[in-house]
């Protein structure tokens, strides 16, 4: 828990959250123009609506959008719209309400920070040794093959290019004699573990690129098979240093061009190429399909993206995949402020082979002829239903109604829907009335398997213990014990860890129960405590949130109690009854002795608590 906090101390931040009330900070972007009892209403800023579904409850200092279900405090509000990270929505809030944030005591935050310091050491390091073999004799087939690329000795130095030799243990030994552990080694991403549980090269006989973190400092690496091995590139694993979800190849160096535009490719070895044309607004994502986190940290430096696709029928699939989830995160909030367009060089080449055989101006062009995401999509259904000579009128129609029914905005929609209606020979109204239908379908749909899902929850977790769910009544009882305050102390029965579900619930549970009738267990620090988990596939600040705008009626100390109460047997209910479940199965079949007595007792145990609990819920009515 202390770590989310970037080594900011905790009464601090909870004197900037007291500083700085809901009203004013959210004011700055929401204008109420609704209020019932303690809440306001006004436009949510993170969806496009219009009537206000978006709320803050000044008594709970939270904000929470019934649209578009983000919620949160003050500083999770900072966050979604500044798109900006925790501790820099600290920093600003601090600002602006003159708070001096001290200077990091958090002993956890610092271990963490040095340890990252050492694993970017060793990167750093083990880049030195790449490039030293690169230049050295053993380096000589790599160099010929980026000579035959055409990049040159400088680009490829300013990239930091080296050259992994084919051996298993000689960065081991290199970054072992600078003085770098073991178990540091394992934790770079740069060695496999051996039999004799020792760091072994991951990387051998590669071509290899450092990935760059936005700063510049080495986070991984990606390398390049020389001759005709498999697989043909492979990055580093995930690390404490370095996420694939949330780095770009090349940001760095594409961040300095200051353009307004960046340029999105597939491979390193494309952006390299780029660079040395002198489009250096070029950037690729690591081996992955574009991310939602991809799309926020290219907010932070650029207003529109143009993407680049392999023209190959696995690059159009990752293309389709990637643009649905575009538009569907335009259509959730239009927090998506980015310009988004597909651009597509021509005769099925990769950027890299187009630019060194016709040159940067002439990529210019290509990209300066990038197309809406629509324009493109309807494109591609055209191309998906072609085959050969034969054109597939009817899967055609279906594809472009269901691509038209993820575009939100309605006049981008009738023009595409026009483009649609010259190539099928039909009205426009009609092929617009079809999208409305696909629409239509695709939401009752949607609705029935979230109305499945929440019926059928508690029953799937007497099975597996699912790590991210949890059931209504815990979330409630949260909320809550977090409304209680000093009552706290007058609640007749208390809360255990046991009584929330495994996984996210329960880690909850053991950082929060503990402050619970202390200052420290208020809601906002539930929600400080929760604020990077995900509860049922969502982040738990907002489910927290909606749970507390909608939990109401409980203003006095009694009412609060029993409440509180009545959600604590609620859910204590639904633990023993899976128990006696439980019990009652192993029962079946057990040969009698000793265990089968043990288990009966149990048995009986649970089913008095049970019973108990069924009378204290009476008695309360
Ligand atoms: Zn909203």
């Given amino acids: 828990m202390a770590s989310h906090y970037g080594g900011i101390p905790e009464d601090v931040i909870q004197e900037i959250i007291a500083r700085n009330s809901i009203e004013s900070v959210v004011g700055k972007y929401v204008q ?78 610092q271990r963490e920070e040095k340890k990252r310091k050492r694993i970017k050491g060793a990167l750093l390091e083990a880049a030195r040794y790449f490039y030293a073999n690169l230049m050295s004799p053993r380096g000589e087939g790599a160099r010929s093959y980026l000579q035959k690329r055409a990049i040159s000795t400088k680009m490829a130095r300013g990239f930091g290019l080296g050259y992994a030799p084919d051996e298993w243990e000689g960065l081991s030994h290199f970054l072992k004699d600078k003085g770098y552990r073991d178990e540091e080694l394992l934790e770079s991403g740069l060695f496999t573990k051996g039999k004799r549980g020792q760091p072994v090269d991951l990387f051998r006989g590669r071509l290899m690129f450092p990935i760059f973190n936005p700063m510049g400092e080495i986070i991984a690496f990606g390398g390049r098979i020389m001759g005709d091995g498999q697989p043909k590139y492979i990055n580093s694993p995930e690390s404490p240093v370095y996420s ?37 607004n070029a950037v ?149 009335n079809q999208v409305a239908l696909a629409g239509k379908e695709r939401k009752a749909s949607e609705v029935i398997s979230v109305e499945r899902k929440t019926r059928t929850q508690t029953e799937v977790k007497s099975t597996h213990n699912l790590g991210e769910t949890a059931t209504n009544d815990e979330l409630i009882l ?23 579900s495994m996984g996210t619930m329960r880690s909850i549970a053991k950082e929060y129960l503990p402050l619970l009738g202390t200052p420290e267990g208020d809601t906002n ?55 006696k479940k439980r019990l009652a199965e192993q029962l079946d079949g057990m040969p009698n002795g000793p265990d089968k007595e043990a288990t009966k007792k149990g048995l009986l145990d649970t089913m008095n608590y049970l019973k108990y609990l069924q009378e204290q819920m009476k008695s309360m009515r």
């Fill in 32 to 109: 109420f123009t609704k209020r019932t009892g303690q809440n306001q209403f006004g436009l949510c800023p993170f969806h496009s609506e219009d009537t206000p579904s978006f709320s803050i409850s000044t008594t709970k200092q939270i904000y929470y959008c019934f649209g578009c279900h983000k919620g949160g405090n003050v500083i999770h509000f900072l966050m979604e719209i500044e798109n900006i990270g925790y501790v820099d929505a600290i920093k600003l809030l601090a600002e602006q309400s003159g708070v001096t944030i001290p200077e990091s005591n958090d002993e956890e935050y």
């Fill in 244 to 280: 694939k979800q949330k780095n770009l190849y090349a940001l760095n160096f594409a961040k300095a061009s200051c353009k307004k535009q960046l340029i999105i490719v597939e491979g390193y070895m494309d952006v390299i190429s780029m660079h040395q044309a002198g489009v250096k």
């Fill in 284 to 432: 690729a994502s690591l081996g992955t399909a574009l991310t939602e986190r991809h799309l926020d940290l290219l907010g932070r430096y650029t207003e529109e993206v143009v993407l680049f696709y392999d023209s190959d029928k696995a690059g159009q699939n990752a293309a389709i995949r990637g643009l649905k989830m575009i538009m569907h995160r335009k259509q959730k909030q239009s927090g998506l402020a980015l310009k988004v367009s597909v651009a597509k060089v021509p005769n099925g080449k990769d950027p890299d082979e187009f630019i060194r055989e016709f040159g940067a101006g002439a990529f210019q062009e290509v990209v300066d002829s990038a197309m809406p995401v629509m324009d493109y999509l309807m494109d591609s259904a055209k191309l998906q239903c072609t085959n050969g000579k034969k054109f597939d009128a009817q899967s055609y129609q279906m594809l472009v109604c269901e691509y038209l029914s993820w575009e939100t905005n309605l006049i981008s929609r009738e023009r595409a829907a026009n483009l649609v209606s010259s190539v099928l020979g039909v009205s426009t109204q009609s092929i617009l």
């Fill in 525 to 579: 620090h539930l929600l400080e405590a929760t604020h990077e988990y995900v509860i049922n596939k969502r982040l738990a600040r907002d489910v927290i949130s909606e749970c507390l705008m909608t939990t109401t009626g409980a203003h006095d100390e009694k009412s609060l109690l029993r409440y509180a109460l009545d959600y604590l047997y609620r859910v204590r209910m639904d633990v023993y009854t899976r128990q």
């Fill in 478 to 500: 949260l909320v809550l014990l977090s409304m209680m305050g000093s009552s706290y102390s007058n609640l007749f029965d208390k809360p255990l860890v046991t009584d929330f």
